[in-house]
């Protein structure tokens, strides 16, 4: 089991300061990867509710730019993976996206992780002028044509979306996993399919496995290696002092409560777990006591 924590990204931490405390310390933690997402804007009026019922976290409101902070955290740690859970890859056209993510790689030695999602809010995709219908057909061309940038020379690609023209482009990355976001059930034959990994969240751990097994039986059907993937979970709790009833977790309870639950989807399956508490934590020294404590817990 590997040990994931969010970089400082959002609401008070999104700071030069921050960013680097946090990545800093995870190294120093023993950590082994740091991640980040992607929010665009929060609308007042949203046409789409937000994951899990509620609104957007007032924290929200301010997001800092995930490849920025993912360079700052390659500049200051040496060994951590730099990955993003989720990055919104239909936003971008994939030859941008291809050399941002390429350059993070050359720049950290190999480090990064390529983490995508189709997002979930129409605003967001308005506001980047791409069509919210057809975001999966979208994505799956943007897989093609990284596929394509990312491993051959001369690179050509041409679809009704996008077209390169035979082109050398650079830097390549030498290994760059892809992981995906979904829980519906064309986003996870789409990971058994063409990823190195599933990027999910904290469900009940029954969901979790059914889902993960669905996962497995795409990639056999695909002929893939089914053992080969990784799950990788992503929690953002809220953290108590005082324990949680029953039905209020794995979202909310004590240090203990919550790494219960996380040690139960390892059994189930998970690689990887991904904490993000920067919904729960007052500012940086209690984010890394958090941190600590939550390594701690889970080491165990």
């Given at each position: 089991?590997?040990?994931?924590?969010?970089?400082?990204?959002?609401?008070?931490?999104?700071?030069?300061?921050?960013?680097?405390?946090?990545?800093?310390a995870a190294e120093e933690l023993g950590y082994d990867s740091v991640w980040v997402g992607d929010r665009l804007l929060t609308p007042l009026a949203p046409q789409d509710p937000y994951p899990?019922?509620?609104?957007?976290?007032?924290?929200?409101?301010?997001f800092l730019d995930p490849f920025a902070v993912l360079s700052v955290a390659a500049a200051v740690t040496g060994r951590v993976r730099l990955g993003s859970s989720t990055?919104?890859?239909?936003?971008?056209?994939?030859?941008?996206?291809?050399?941002?993510?390429?350059t993070l790689d050359r720049l950290s030695g190999g480090r990064a992780v390529a983490g995508f999602g189709l997002g979930w809010s129409r605003d967001e995709y308005a506001a980047v002028g791409v069509p919210w219908r057809g975001r999966g057909a979208r994505l799956e061309a943007a897989l093609d044509a990284l596929e394509a940038i990312w491993s051959s020379d001369p690179v050509a690609y041409d679809s009704d979306l996008w077209s390169i023209a035979p082109s050398v482009i650079g830097p390549k990355p030498a290994r760059l996993p892809v992981y995906?976001?979904?829980?519906?059930?064309?986003?996870?034959?789409?990971?058994?399919?063409?990823?190195?990994?599933?990027?999910?969240?904290?469900?009940?751990?029954?969901?979790?496995?059914?889902?993960?097994?669905?996962?497995?039986?795409?990639?056999?059907?695909?002929?893939?290696?089914p053992d080969r993937l990784r799950?990788?979970?992503?929690?953002?709790?809220?953290?108590?002092e005082v324990p949680a009833a029953a039905e209020a977790l794995p979202h909310t309870g004590t240090v203990a409560q919550i790494a219960g639950y996380l040690a139960a989807?390892?059994?189930?399956?998970a690689h990887e777990l991904l904490?993000?508490?920067?919904?729960?934590?007052?500012?940086?020294?209690?984010?890394?006591?958090?941190?600590?404590?939550?390594?701690?817990a889970l080491r165990r």
């Amino acid at each position: 089991m590997d040990l994931g924590l969010a970089l400082a990204q959002y609401g008070p931490f999104a700071s030069l300061g921050s960013v680097t405390a946090v990545a800093r310390a995870a190294e120093e933690l023993g950590y082994d990867s740091v991640w980040v997402g992607d929010r665009l804007l929060t609308p007042l009026a949203p046409q789409d509710p937000y994951p899990g019922g509620g609104t957007v976290p007032p924290r929200h409101r301010t997001f800092l730019d995930p490849f920025a902070v993912l360079s700052v955290a390659a500049a200051v740690t040496g060994r951590v993976r730099l990955g993003s859970s989720t990055l919104n890859a239909c936003w971008y056209p994939p030859a941008v996206l291809a050399r941002s993510l390429a350059t993070l790689d050359r720049l950290s030695g190999g480090r990064a992780v390529a983490g995508f999602g189709l997002g979930w809010s129409r605003d967001e995709y308005a506001a980047v002028g791409v069509p919210w219908r057809g975001r999966g057909a979208r994505l799956e061309a943007a897989l093609d044509a990284l596929e394509a940038i990312w491993s051959s020379d001369p690179v050509a690609y041409d679809s009704d979306l996008w077209s390169i023209a035979p082109s050398v482009i650079g830097p390549k990355p030498a290994r760059l996993p892809v992981y995906l976001a979904g829980f519906a059930p064309a986003a996870l034959d789409r990971v058994g399919r063409r990823a190195d990994g599933w990027l999910t969240a904290a469900l009940p751990v029954p969901v979790l496995t059914g889902m993960w097994s669905r996962v497995r039986r795409a990639a056999e059907r695909a002929g893939r290696d089914p053992d080969r993937l990784r799950m990788v979970l992503r929690i953002n709790p809220h953290v108590t002092e005082v324990p949680a009833a029953a039905e209020a977790l794995p979202h909310t309870g004590t240090v203990a409560q919550i790494a219960g639950y996380l040690a139960a989807a390892v059994e189930a399956g998970a690689h990887e777990l991904l904490v993000d508490l920067q919904l729960t934590a007052a500012d940086d020294d209690h984010l890394l006591a958090l941190a600590t404590a939550f390594r701690d817990a889970l080491r165990r």
